[in-house]
């Protein structure tokens, strides 16, 4: 029988994913053909979602983008054993998209059913674990701290550090929080693992906590994320059906249970104090640090507070070793970046590239340039706090300590592309007024300055105090940088003062017409 993929993401089901994979049942049937219809995760091609595979003897061949209208036809060329159409684009894996990736984390996502505990295991799923259970706590967090994994959330702190000093901790309970509250601009990745391969972030948080000594996670999901929530709570019942979680795991004597909680729905909740608060069921303020949550952290207890694509990595660190990861990058970034192309792009999508690939490669031979055809004047790298980029850097490599030299970051490796119609005054006023409503207030350079860098924005472009103002934007930064008590406020000023630097044309006095000129009485 033969094997039709249709995916299950919520990306290709906003662009029509389900009634694609009903027209193609319907048409099954009418035309007696026997089919088996697989949901897949997303290949993280969007712009040819819904992309349709079918198994044939040379492999996986895919057609795309397929709306219902296009079926008929589709059996009309025999689709079903890879039949010309103009809609084939040939075999999956040579897509030079996907043929150019180093997919490790991503290594299953877009080929197996999400919730198919049996092709987790058929794709190496739960290797990590087995291999975990042989070991103790010091040589897990010895294997992870070896591989050179850093957090993928933004902040890039080695993870074996912080699970070394959870380890170290001596407590009656210690915990494992995932932090899936994903709330930057153009990013996606921490989405695709939790709807299209949530086995593997299961599998990463077990393995954190038989390393730490944790008997107790939690998933701290993004509000917005319904087909995410609906499809670990599936993954996590089935594992722990299978023996995977809950008491003796495996036939071990370690416990490990899980559980997902939505989150507040508030961006600074994002930060890992305020999560916790949230978590406890508190308001979403921003903790003083130290403490620090690896110490005293949920509940005043040892805490590792990781990424989802930091923690879904560590099961392929444990399957294939410490050595095998730390192979791919450049520097300290050792490993892959996922990383998420969006904005005004041709090609938008999900890329998982080792470290060292530069802004240039994933605009132009991945993304496919500007969408409108017009020349990419900067881009927003590392969500809304992260600096916009003109043209004379998009050669910089992905590598945390390259970005830190041109005073930018990485964050979640969220990339969004802006062509040269962009006013990047507007783009600098923007951050202060995000700033000013995801602030969670507990800090007066955050909640204050915010709003009065908007008004000040304001003020520089109708030309009012101009050069006292453009220094005056310069002085608050400076205060938002080195005073506020989280990366909320402290990293507005990147998007502001590199808008600044790089496009300080767009910062001069602008005619808005009469309504702004003093009319003499």
Known sequence: MVKVF???????????ADRTAKTIVVEAQKRGVEIELVRNGSRGLFWLEPMVEVTTDKG???????????????????????GAHPLNLGLTEALPWLKKQQRLTFARVGIADPVSLDDYLAHDGYKGLKNALKMTGAEIVKAVTDSGLRGRGGAAFPTGIKWNTVLGCESDQKYIVCNADEGDS??????????????????????????????????????????????LNEAINKAEAAG????????????????????????????????????????????????????????????????????????????????????????????????????????????????GATLRELLYDFGGGSASGRPIRAVQVGGPLGAYLPESQFDTPLDYEEFTKIWAVLGHGGIVAFDDTVDMAKMARYAFEFCAIES??????????????????????????????????????????????????????????????????????????????????
Do not use: W
């Open 6 to 16: 249709v995916p299950c993401d919520s990306s290709a089901l906003s662009l029509g």
């Open 60 to 82: 996986r061949v895919a057609y795309a983008p397929v709306q219902p209208k296009d079926v008929p036809s589709l059996f009309d060329a025999d689709f079903l054993n890879g």
């Open 186 to 231: 153009g990013t996606y990745s921490d989405r695709m693992i939790m709807e299209d391969d949530p086995f593997v972030l299961i599998e990463g948080m077990t393995i954190a906590g038989i390393a730490v000594g944790a008997t107790q996670g939690y998933i701290y999901l993004r509000s917005e994320y319904p087909h995410a929530l609906k499809t």
């Open 244 to 355: 995977y979680l809950g008491e003796k795991i495996c036939g071990s004597n370690h416990t490990f249970d899980l559980e997902v909680r939505r989150a507040a729905g508030a961006y600074v909740c994002g930060e890992e104090t305020s999560l916790l608060e949230s978590l406890e069921g508190k308001r979403g303020l921003v903790r003083f640090k130290p403490p620090l949550p690896a110490i005293e952290g949920l509940f005043g207890k040892p805490t590792v507070v990781n990424n989802v694509i930091s923690l879904a990595t560590v099961p392929i660190i444990l399957d294939k070793g410490a050595a095998f990861y730390a192979n791919y990058g450049m520097g300290r970034s050792r490993g892959t970046l996922p990383i998420q192309l969006a904005g005004n792009l041709k090609h938008t999508g999900l890329v998982e590239l080792a470290f």
């Open 440 to 521: 969670c207030g507990k800090c007066t350079p955050c909640r204050i300055g915010s709003i009065r860098g908007a008004e000040v924005i304001d003020k520089i472009v109708t030309g009012k105090d101009h050069a006292k103002n453009i220094q005056l934007v310069r002085d608050l930064s400076d205060t938002m940088l080195n005073g506020s008590l989280c990366a909320l406020g402290g990293m507005t000023p990147y998007p502001v003062l590199s808008a600044l630097n790089h496009f300080a044309e767009d910062f001069k006095p602008r005619d808005f017409g009469l309504q702004n000129k003093k009319v003499a009485a």
